[in-house]
């Protein structure tokens, strides 16, 4: 009797509620989901043909950083401007993401017309070598992060170069969260170095790779990690593919525009990740000098 008693006030209660929020959601008491249409996904995020459901952590013009409701997992919504990203979705007819969908907001993303696209390095990517490129380093006056990070840059380089492992690794590791921001400048910069590390086949980067993936949730922001976690996974955003593959072909024309376009990522993401991308070519040029010089 008690249970059936139980049972029934229960259904009546659950009745009652889902009255109440039908009613707040009619008179706009309760915010309905955003709704965004999909053109582009990583599949390891979500499949195309589905709905793809996840509630804003932080919202900005170009992209929200999103908490998938199922998994928990993290993800980047994004314009379509923006191009892919390791864990991404890309979404059409949107300017300005943070106008429709603030912090807090549920969003839900359907990938009906949405293609797959994938964040690993493609083979045109790849190059054991690059000419005519150079990039200098930040100065560190008037640059707090510079001023930090040059000296542990300088001693990753030396350690890449002469091939030692743990000053390498001891190197990598003091980067993890330096600066600030959702994710911090060290962390763009690390993306930047595996990446280029992968490009040019380095046997460090395996190393570095798994004692960056292991350290970096203790090290650093959420965001900051899953963007480690997925370039630790030789994942990394469009934007770095067309930069190595108009290296890898030394077109001048296609790598300048695409300097620019990855330039243009964020505040300073943008140029602290191909700053990592360029130091890890100039290493792998230095060790293609160093093996004809030895030839």
Known sequence: MWRFATQSTLRVWQSANDFARARSVAWGLVEQPVTLAATLTDPAVA????LFRARVEHAYRAALYVREKGSGGRAVVAIEDVGGQPGGILVRGVMDLGKVAAEGREVVVDLSAAVAWSPRLPATARSLAHRGLHVAQPEAAGDPFARAAAPRINALRLGLLSGDAQVARTAALALIGLGIGLTPSG???LVGLLAGLEATDNGMREALA????REAPGRTTTFGAALLHHACRGEFSQRLHDVLIATAR?????????IDRAMAYGATSGADTLA???LALDVGAARVTTRKLAA
């Open 210 to 213: 798994a004692v960056i993936g």
């Open 187 to 189: 962390d763009d910069f």
């Open 250 to 258: 030394h077109d001048r024309a296609a790598l300048r525009h695409a």
């Open 47 to 50: 499949l195309p043909g589905t």
């Open 276 to 278: 990592g991308l360029f």
